[in-house]
């Protein structure tokens, strides 16, 4: 039985333990205030957890402390909710979406990568986004049919994220992409996927410089460096990899980017949540400097 001078050292303890976790968290939200009102959102492409559902994905989000997810069509919805991911879904499914995303105090803010085949599936596509409240769609349209995505994206006051997949994509490298836009509206701009870019033996930094004034948001991270006999630069935890991490933020903030920063974590597939936190962090102390 313990007296009273120690139960008193075990309150003090626990007491002091305590208040240093309140102090770490509230640190945490002050930060991640911070770049919200700097117009950083922080958020992830759901096709990092590509191999669960759109519910469990939710959850990981939720777990990671985001708000924002990117969703990608053809992921397994899961829960009570029949069939994928799919901007043909009928409403009621829709509102089953929207209610479990709410639930887990998630926004779905983004969805694709979507290449759609005539303009009535784009039209169908905005229509969709516009019910769910999505903010961005990112895609990478065929040249023909820009002026009428441009057409859309005003109509419903959507931005478009032109994203860059890798040769042979008709977007890989920015040149072609702002030769590609030239003449439409502010509401077209690029989703910047900075590891294509690496990838593609283009810097960043520089990338970023040349379509200055058109980012709309990045499926940002961080891949290992080049290896002799080993082809695969996979995503790894930011600020250990190959990428300026801190020269890309550096580029971002002197465009004044106000946007989404979609994680997009293509690697330790079926447990990938703990990288994905260390990432989280590294980019809330880097990006509050």
Known sequence: ???????????????????????????????KDKLEKAGWKLGIQSYSFHKF??????????????????????????????????????????????KYAKSKNVKIIASGVIICKDEAEWK???????????????????YKHLKYVDELANKYKIDVAIHNHPKPSNYWNPDMFMEAVDGLSSRIGACADVGHWARMGLDPVKCLQKISGRVKSLHYKDIMGEKPGV????????????????????????????????????YNW????????????????????
């Not at 039985?1 to 240093?20: C, D, F, P, S, Y």
């Open 53 to 98: 559902t759109f519910t469990e994905a939710v959850d990981k989000t939720n777990e990671l402390g985001l708000k924002y997810i990117e969703v990608y069509y053809g992921q397994k919805l899961g829960g009570d909710m029949e069939g994928t991911m799919d901007f043909r879904m009928d409403k009621e499914t829709q509102k089953k979406v929207l």
């Open 270 to 289: 079926d447990n990938s949540v703990p990288d994905i936190k260390k990432c989280v962090s590294y980019f809330n102390e880097v990006a509050i400097k």
């Open 1 to 31: 039985m313990l007296n009273k001078k120690e139960t008193g050292k075990r309150i003090l303890t626990k007491t002091g333990l305590l208040l240093v976790a309140v102090i770490i968290s509230f640190s945490a939200f002050a930060k």
């Open 124 to 142: 169908q596509l905005f229509e969709f986004a516009d019910a769910m409240g999505i903010e961005i769609i990112t895609c990478e349209p065929e």
């Open 231 to 266: 082809s695969e630069r996979h995503d790894v935890i930011w600020g250990t990899g190959s990428l300026d991490m801190e020269g890309m933020l550096s580029e971002l903030k002197k465009q004044n980017f106000k946007g989404v920063f979609s994680i997009e974590y293509e």
